[in-house]
């Protein structure tokens, strides 16, 4: 169904500063090679709206996708074969990149590529992130940076967990009596 913006004011959120805004430290069951399992992770969105959704990786596999994501901006972007069976995110998203542009009311390409595309998780469901070319130094040293950060919070995050477990559990209240 085509849509009519029928506001004045939209807002252009640009990719670094979505990414900014949702970038998080989540505990989420995932896909792991030994099936699914609770793991702490990274999640953030590339952009909003219907079609979008949040990349979500595994703290232990977030240096490396953004190592791979420096390599392929670095050696020049090139459109990946699919990915079946389960990866680490890195290999995912190298897997899944593309090349993307603007295309008209057909879904026909306009242009020259002005983004790239990718996946870090297969399935059902994966939205892809989407991240202009004119954004990716900013968008890939964002998350460079973000990566000390993300291991302090999980440090923070288990030594947080441990003491509540180590507390002693409160004893239920006595019925009123009436």
């Known amino acids: 169904m085509a849509e009519i913006s029928l506001s004045d004011d939209v ?12 970038v998080r430290l989540i505990r989420k069951e995932i896909d792991t090679p030994d099936g699914k399992a609770l793991r702490d992770c ?5 952009n909003r709206g219907k079609g979008s959704g949040a990349q979500v990786i595994a703290v232990d596999e977030f ?7 420096r390599e392929a901006h670095d050696s ?3 459109t990946a074969e699919t990915v079946a069976a389960y990866r680490p995110a890195a290999e995912v998203a190298m897997d899944t990149l593309a090349m993307d542009c603007e295309t008209d ?3 026909n390409p306009v242009g020259e590529p002005d983004a790239i595309t990718f996946r870090v998780r297969g399935g059902k469901g994966s939205k892809p992130a989407r991240i202009p070319l004119s954004e990716c130094e900013d968008v890939i040293t964002f998350l460079e940076n973000r990566a000390p950060r993300i ?7 288990r030594a947080a967990e441990a003491a509540e477990a180590a507390k002693p559990a409160k004893a239920p209240k006595a019925p009123k009596a009436e």
């Open 105 to 107: 009311d057909d879904g």
């Open 63 to 69: 240096p490396a996708f953004v190592a791979a994501l």
């Open 42 to 46: 990274v999640s953030f969105a590339t």
């Open 151 to 157: 291991a302090a919070a999980c440090a923070q995050l």
């Open 11 to 22: 807002v252009v959120e640009s990719c670094l500063s979505t990414i900014r805004g949702t």
């Open 76 to 78: 020049g972007f090139e």
